[in-house]
DNA sequence: TCATCCACTTGCCATAGGACAAGAAATTAC
DNA sequence: GTAATTTCTTGTCCTATGGCAAGTGGATGA
């Protein structure tokens, strides 16, 4: 257990005992593919530490197309955080695309430990910061790269995606139609 | 000054004489138009209130063109998160578009309330789950809305926006050339 | 007062990607 | 093992937006 969610929570100014006491906060929950973590209209209540599978995050637009706003892969945090944090409903669901191993810690025990370990406070910021950082890389990736730019730069970025995800996902998270992502990847085979 | 910050540090744990102490560790800063509130390169040491005025941040893609990722008006705060936070050099410019009133606080002192006073380190975590709520709906807004739809959102959540900012840097914020937006423009006054 | 520079508009044509529909291929269900 | 469902590919045609270039009007500056 440590040693997977040491990644997700390294920081310079967690102690290695601290790094301890927030893992054991943890409890391990499987999903089987196809269960949802979190669905939209729920209030979250913990967030998960994805060990092992890939979880996809979507939402439905106005005309009833299912988005998909991101990835979540091993060592990453599969977590709405307005829902959390804001205690309101979630606007997004979130979902396994296969069999997962995870780690969840719920809101009670976050906020103990996030008042009591300032290492981890730290850390929080940090990995919030980090969140925004990529999501703004991600919006200006959707301004100034054609679809096929995007869609290599989540191959080389993500590669576990594409192995796991149906394109039609993939698609939408690259905000093209299916139609255009098999066309592109058959460009791209092309190429090679 | 009170009255002013007061729009942005709201949060219900926060103490009126918490604001207050939180609100006597800004400076007042004034900015002319075409200023700049940090370049690119720089690290940032401190953020900016924004009491009267609008600020503009921008990167240059690959091809050099300029990219409007975000503007910042009244009672919002322009920050570089990842470069204030992990003390990196930025990546964007942060330029007022106006001429500028702001209220500034160092890192410094920051970290000195954030860590003293809870209601502060709540009201950080909310306002940085707000700004990823925000960036997610633009995503999502990038994918599903035609370029006019999302000027017209633009339009209906921002309209300072688009009376003091010169049209191409709305049109890169909203991913499309200032041709383009001429032209919808002029649609949307036909449609009138 | 004239020259220069922006900000914006407009025209013409090019192109990336969308809409829809028809298969193939793979997966799942019974 | 066969039917049903989902996933992916491909064809045809269409539309939104881009690229480039010319032109207008207002602002700034010597």
Same mark, same amino acid.
């Given at each position: 257990?440590?040693?997977?969610?040491?990644?997700?929570?390294?920081?310079?100014?967690?102690?290695?005992?601290?790094?301890?006491?927030?893992?054991?906060?943890?409890?391990?929950?499987?999903?089987?593919?196809?269960?949802?973590?979190?669905?939209?209209?729920?209030?979250?209540?913990?967030?998960?530490?994805?060990?092992?599978?890939?979880?996809?995050?979507?939402v439905y637009d106005?005309?009833g197309n299912d988005i998909?706003?991101?990835?979540?892969?091993?060592?990453?945090?599969?977590?709405?955080?307005?829902? *959390?944090?804001? #205690?309101? !409903?979630?606007?997004?669901?979130?979902?396994? %695309?296969?069999?997962?191993?995870? $780690?969840?810690?719920?809101?009670?025990?976050?906020?103990?430990?996030?008042?009591?370990?300032?290492?981890?406070?730290?850390?929080?910021?940090?990995?919030?910061?980090?969140?925004?950082?990529?999501?703004?890389?991600?919006?200006?990736?959707?301004?100034?790269?054609?679809?096929?730019?995007?869609?290599?730069? *989540?191959?080389? #970025?993500? !590669?576990?995606?594409?192995?796991?995800?149906? %394109?039609?996902?993939?698609?939408? $998270?690259?905000?093209?139609?299916?139609?255009?992502?098999?066309?592109?990847?058959?460009?791209?085979?092309?190429?090679?």
């Amino acid at each position: 257990m440590m040693q997977t969610l040491q990644v997700i929570y390294q920081h310079p100014l967690l102690t290695e005992s601290e790094l301890e006491t927030i893992c054991q906060a943890h409890v391990p929950v499987v999903f089987s593919k196809g269960d949802y973590l979190l669905k939209k209209g729920q209030v979250a209540n913990s967030y998960f530490c994805v060990i092992e599978g890939l979880v996809r995050s979507y939402v439905y637009d106005f005309n009833g197309n299912d988005i998909t706003t991101g990835f979540i892969g091993k060592n990453e945090i599969a977590i709405d955080v307005v829902s *959390l944090f804001h #205690q309101i !409903p979630s606007v997004e669901h979130f979902q396994a %695309l296969t069999d997962c191993k995870c $780690y969840a810690i719920n809101l009670d025990n976050f906020q103990v430990l996030y008042h009591s370990i300032k290492g981890f406070n730290e850390w929080g910021r940090a990995w919030m910061s980090e969140c925004l950082f990529q999501l703004k890389q991600r919006t200006i990736s959707m301004i100034t790269d054609s679809a096929s730019e995007r869609y290599k730069r *989540l191959q080389y #970025q993500h !590669p576990q995606i594409l192995q796991e995800a149906p %394109l039609k996902f993939i698609a939408s $998270y690259l905000g093209i139609t299916d139609t255009s992502l098999s066309r592109i990847r058959k460009e791209l085979v092309k190429e090679v």
